[in-house]
């Protein structure tokens, strides 16, 4: 028995990948899977496939989830025509043992019907991995039936499309997490491309979830910043509420850094953070803390890798009564939490002045400040430890540079410098300073 995934959807459309019996494969955009997918949505490492003579088994490693035919698993034995979706990324796996010849009217928009967005085919620089085949497979399988998580969005009327949500043409997933969705899409009336995020609909009509949505829409919208992404419309389509973004071409700071085989060059790295601190600075003069600045959430935008903040999910308004979180709840990511957001307290802008610092740091030593078996171990570490100083793992750091960070990460607010637009104009002068 032979098997083989096809891509059907996704920026690899058109790939496909040998599945020989006896081995396992891991499928991610990792630089160190075997089946390695060019999709900024699909987990590092998604999901691990085990072909054995018994059967070939799909194993989820994501927290962002694998589908069978639209089914969330945690494991499960594949059989011919299933439907396989990571991101945005839509695989078909086939028993060669039973489709034997190739037509390449297999990845048709007939068979895909609405299951599929069409997407771009594999651009220059995409390498395939050693494994792939040439061929498409040859019989259309049956119809897939609509994706019922997508039942929100009115039936596509072009065959590029998913749906439709108000004037908006959903094109394609990019991502998603554990309460929303985020689409390409193309504005119909402007014509221009939009990212629209919608709650998914099993959360819809939570109203704490509901006003967690409207206070970042708010929030984003109020900014004024090139460096904070645009809000173009906030609107409801059958009852789930929905977002309308500017479009950005690029890629976040963590990809980056996945892909990086050593530190980026000095000068880039001010710049990041410079312009990481203006966006903060610009949230800062509204009453907004960000309260999750990490890499994951810094897009570099094409073509020159500009700073785009991004994700205001977990943003405390200047207005207490706009509060959701209490005293004692830990809100962040841990490797970039600030210490008294580890200890559950009342924040200030001046936590997004150490996350902003512990990326820093990330960045010119290539290590984390605080490292430990689990995010229990990470939080307990940046409480109570001082992290080794920069110039001790990077010694070509500026000291002015370690002596920034160090302020930034200080264990007491009072500490820190007083806001990021001071940050700002110092990274100006010290940039300035840097050889070209």
């Given at each position: ?9 996704g ?29 900024p ?13 018994s ?39 086939l ?9 390449e ?30 061929q ?12 019922p ?16 949500i ?28 939009a ?52 479009f950005l ?44 600045i ?54 200030d ?40 100083p ?12 370690a ?9 007491s607010p ?17 940039e ?5």
């Open positions: 028995m032979t098997a083989k995934l096809i891509v059907v959807g920026p690899d459309k058109g790939r496909a990948f040998n599945l020989r019996i006896g081995e396992s494969f891991a499928v991610g955009r990792g630089l160190n899977t075997q089946t390695r997918l060019n999709d949505t699909v987990s590092r490492l998604h999901c691990e496939i085990v072909a054995a003579e059967g070939i088994v799909i194993h989820n490693r994501s927290s962002n989830g694998t589908f069978i035919n639209n089914v969330p698993v945690t494991q499960h034995k594949l059989s011919h025509g299933d439907l396989i979706r990571m991101g945005g990324t839509h695989l078909r796996f028993l060669t043992s039973v489709e034997n010849t190739w037509d009217n297999f990845i048709s928009d007939e068979t895909l019907e609405a299951t599929v967005p069409v997407q771009q085919p594999l651009r220059p620089g995409m390498l395939p991995s050693s494994n792939v085949v040439s498409p497979p040859t019989k259309p399988l049956p119809q897939m039936p609509r994706q998580e997508y039942a929100f969005l009115k039936p596509p009327l072009e065959p590029d499309e998913l749906g439709r108000a004037h908006y043409r959903i094109l394609q997933l990019l991502g998603e997490g554990g309460m929303g969705m985020v689409f390409k899409a193309e504005d119909s009336l402007l014509q221009r491309l990212a629209i995020k919608v709650i998914k609909p099993e959360h819809a009509n939570d109203q704490e979830s509901r006003q967690r949505f409207l206070r970042e829409a708010r929030a984003m919208a109020s900014i004024k910043s090139d460096h904070v992404v645009t809000v173009y419309q906030l609107g409801l389509e059958n009852e789930v509420p929905f977002l309308a973004m500017e071409e690029g890629e976040t700071l963590q990809k980056r850094l996945d892909e990086a085989k050593e530190l980026l060059p000095l000068r880039e790295i001010v710049r990041v953070i410079r312009e990481t601190a203006a966006a903060l600075a610009a949230a800062h003069d509204r009453g907004l803390v960000h309260r999750d990490k890499p994951d959430n810094l897009w570099l935008e094409k073509p020159h890798g500009r700073v785009k903040l991004l994700d205001f999910g977990l943003v405390r308004p200047p207005k207490p009564a706009d509060w959701f979180t209490k005293p004692g709840w830990v809100i962040g990511t841990p490797d970039y939490m600030s210490p008294e957001q580890a200890r559950g307290e009342m924040v802008f001046r936590c997004d002045l150490y996350s902003l610092g512990a990326i820093f740091y990330r960045l010119c030593t290539g290590r984390m400040p605080f490292t430990g078996p689990d995010a229990l171990s990470v939080l307990g570490a940046l409480v109570k430890d001082e992290p080794v920069v110039r001790t793992y990077n010694p070509d750091i500026p000291v002015p540079i002596d920034l960070i160090a302020r930034l990460m200080a264990k009072d500490k820190r410098p007083p806001s990021a637009r001071v940050v700002q104009e110092q990274l100006w002068l010290l300035k300073k840097l050889p070209n």
